[in-house]
């Protein structure tokens, strides 16, 4: 990154201001009732609604407000730190976005975009089935023509979004005998009033947000609601939104990786045995400085991969380090935060639990780890041929 310019624009220092005290004034202080209830905080979500946040990414043509991932990515970091389950309903929510602005007709783009920008749409991405996850090429859920509509049968599972949200895109089958697979799927973009039905799901953390099993019986979309302009392109639109959700992700895991460090950190100089605080202890400060430096390095990684995608550059390799290496530290974070925090890490009254509890699913969603892995190796041996 050597002689760019990484100061802050006056712009992007408004907007993360802005953030800040959102944050400060309607996150933090209902935090942990509204976790502790696993309550939808629809009030929270107005709000990112007002700050213009569902179209952070949308391109001011439709509405948005154009931020570069750069600029999102800080943003995310900021509201994980706080709430992490807050950044999950904007995220799904610009992929399905960043789908149908880059691959959508014209005509869908005018139509959808500056609803989806204000937020008066809240939408999903459902890929994910009961037995097809990180293999998406096996997805069931069929969408088939009849007449000028398309007639889709199928279930989907944990689908952010679902329940509060009132569009998705959905990946389908449209051609199941296509070889390669690939090219039998195709995305389509569902109103919830035409028919699916969501229920809720339960899960150990990223409580708050909703989290839903979708079935799709007999649901009937015009066919003007295929993403693209021919079938058999799902796939590729797909994954070309997910390189901005992995990115996300990895700015999650940054801003729980340093929430984890900051309450480390305090607790460490407040918390006394044998006569001075913990954190002049040396095993104290190893934990520490290991911490400090994984959220140093991931926020690196993940500046780096939004740069890429920023710049139009082929960014599933650096998204992919980036979220591999950022969600690995929210893990360990949490586990060290617990460890010098001892029987009080453990106690629901302190943050740290919670924590704990929602930094598993950053290594799961988006792609898991080990498929980032094989991604990051796939691409080292495509990139620097023998």
């Not at 089958?173 to 296509?178: C, R, V």
Request: proline share 3%; with cysteine; net charge negative.
């Amino acid at each position: 990154m050597s002689g760019r310019n990484i100061t802050p624009s006056e712009e992007e220092t408004l907007i993360l201001d802005a953030v800040d005290q959102f944050l400060e004034r309607d996150v933090r202080p209902y935090v942990h009732d509204l976790e502790a209830r696993d309550e939808y905080p629809r009030e929270i979500a107005d709000k990112l609604a007002d700050l213009g946040l569902f179209g952070a990414t949308i391109s001011q043509d439709y509405g948005g407000l154009g931020l570069s991932a750069t600029t999102f990515a800080k943003i995310t970091e900021k509201v994980a730190s706080v709430w992490m389950s807050v950044g999950g309903i904007f995220n799904s929510h610009l992929i399905m976005a960043a789908c149908v602005e880059r691959h959508g007709t014209e005509e869908m783009k005018q139509k959808y975009l500056p609803l989806f920008a204000t937020g008066e749409l809240r939408g999903a991405v459902a890929l994910t089935e009961p037995e097809c996850g990180t293999d998406l090429q096996g997805v069931r859920t069929r969408a088939v023509k009849d007449g000028d509509s398309y007639v889709i049968n199928g279930s989907k599972m944990w689908i952010t979004n679902s329940i509060e949200g009132n569009v998705m895109a959905v990946l389908v089958k449209t051609d199941p005998g296509a070889e390669p697979a690939h090219r039998g799927m195709s995305l389509v973009l569902v109103d919830k009033d035409k028919g699916y039905k969501p229920s809720k799901l339960h899960k150990l953390g990223y409580k708050g947000i909703d989290t839903g099993e979708v079935l799709f019986e007999d649901v009937r979309v015009p066919q003007s609601h295929l993403i693209g302009e021919t079938e058999g392109r799902g796939l590729q639109q797909i994954l070309s939104g997910l390189e901005l959700g992995r990115i996300n992700v990895a700015a999650r895991g940054v801003g729980l990786g340093k929430a984890c460090l900051d309450e480390a950190l305090a607790y460490a100089q407040n918390r006394k045995t044998f006569g001075k605080p913990i954190a002049q202890h040396q095993a104290i400060q190893i934990k520490l400085a290991d911490m400090a430096t994984r959220v140093e390095a991931s926020r690196l990684l993940v500046q780096q991969a939004a740069l890429a995608y920023d710049t139009g550059q082929r960014c599933d390799m650096e998204a992919g380090m980036a979220k591999l290496f950022a969600t690995e530290t929210a893990l360990e974070n949490a586990m060290e935060a617990m460890r010098i925090h001892g029987a009080y890490g453990y106690s629901k009254e302190y943050n740290i639990e919670r924590y704990y509890r929602d930094a598993p699913l950053l290594a799961i969603g988006e792609g898991t780890n080990e498929l980032q892995r094989i991604i990051i190796a796939r691409q080292l041996v495509e990139r620097n041929p023998v």
